[in-house]
């Protein structure tokens, strides 16, 4: 996914921060969906999806005074989510010590286009690969790849060094790589 | 020939590398460098956009169904701003006192807020020195005088939370209020009083309240004060 598409109206921001409701209720339905798909790249389940976004309004709601007029409003909201959904998986992870099972992860919509083996497996190792990740790696990663987020900017949302962010990015490409490598192997002779 | 490391090469495909020029006239030279970077470029679009569910057009909607309920806090800490300054006028030497300790580049809004938030603050916590004192002595006037001006003060922030309709503050410090009436009188047994004041939980709510009211203090301007 690109960035957050929707142009969000200034003034829409500026009354939300006057306390008015109608205004954070417009900002809540035009960034819902983006901040949905955003948030399960990074948690790959549903329902931890669901509650991120939940999440995410509430704590901008709350924060809105923090909001610096010059940012845009659709990256603040990203770099809420991001780190709601790293909240809320390491608290999962606390309490239950989360494995996610592979079938809940949802089957590629390219690959089964395409509808190619060859499509589903790398579909498949790849999502096998994103939930071997830490959180910290797949968000990083998520923000470079899907969202493309400079590293400067990833670090500031993920309040981490620019050289933390390249660590985690590398390590999550290295992962992704390596669980594509048998497949290449295969593929070689079948271009 | 030294080759670019994997790094450098993954840095470089996400166009962010430090020193591209010198990257690119490596790849101009090496095949094995410009066959990896290939390899990687293949690899993350395999990657590609990471499927994730769609949500129908209605969704924002439905989002804020399930969020807007649960919004209260910051409406009631606007208009709490809003009703800051009434209040604040009768505590004019809360103000004096603590304008010296805030930085003058501070929003008023955020000023007058924070004044009363500290002075409610003071106020629970006075209010709740007395009630343990209640429950913890055996003789039963204690406290009376103290009691009556912290009712008066009590009455003020009562009206202001209702006013506003922070109905949560309002309702703690209503019971709150007529615990400090039944100490004021003096007239009610001290058994009684205790039990009161024990039975209704006040004192746990007081500290709920205070607990609330610091963390929306650490909100505005943690650092500066
Ligand atoms: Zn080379």
Known sequence: MKRMQAVVDDEVVRRARGGDENAFRTLVETHSRDVFRLAYRITRNEEDAEDTVQETFIRAYRNLDGFEARANFG??????????????????????????????????????????????????????????????????????????????EISSTLDISVSATKQAIFRAVKKLRSSLAPLRDVSRTTP | MRHLEEQALILHHYGEGDDPALVERHLLDCKRCRDELDAIGRDLRDVGSIPAPERGADYGAEVWRAVAPRLAHRRSRRTWVLAAAAVVLTGTFLAGR????????????????????????????????????????????????????????????????????????????????????????????????????????????????????????????????
């Open chain 2, 98 to 225: 603590l304008s010296t300790r805030l930085g003058s580049d501070i929003p008023q809004d955020e000023v007058r807020e924070r004044i009363l938030l500290v002075a409610l603050g003071e106020h629970l916590d006075r209010s709740e020195v007395l009630l343990l004192e209640v429950v913890n002595t055996e003789k039963g006037e204690l406290g009376q005088e103290a009691a009556r001006e912290l009712l008066r003060a009590s009455r003020l922030y009562r009206q202001t939370a209702h006013q506003v309709g922070d109905i949560a503050t309002g309702d703690v410090l209503e019971e709150l209020e007529r615990l400090l009436l039944d100490v004021a009188h003096g007239s009610t047994p001290s058994d009684t009083l205790k039990s009161r004041i024990r039975d209704r939980d006040v004192l746990f709510k007081i500290r709920v309240l205070q607990t609330n009211f610091k963390a929306r203090g650490q909100l505005l301007a943690p650092q500066r004060f």
């Open chain 1, 75 to 152: 990256t603040w909201l990203y770099r809420i989510t991001a780190n709601t959904a790293i909240d809320l998986l390491r608290r999962k992870k606390r309490h239950e010590g989360r494995h996610t099972p592979l079938g809940e992860v949802q089957p590629g919509v390219a690959g089964a286009q395409e509808g190619l083996v060859f499509g589903h497996q790398v579909r498949e190792r790849v999502d096998s690969a994103l939930v071997s990740l830490s959180e910290l790696e797949r968000t990083a990663f998520v923000l470079r790849h899907c969202e493309e987020l400079s590293l400067a």
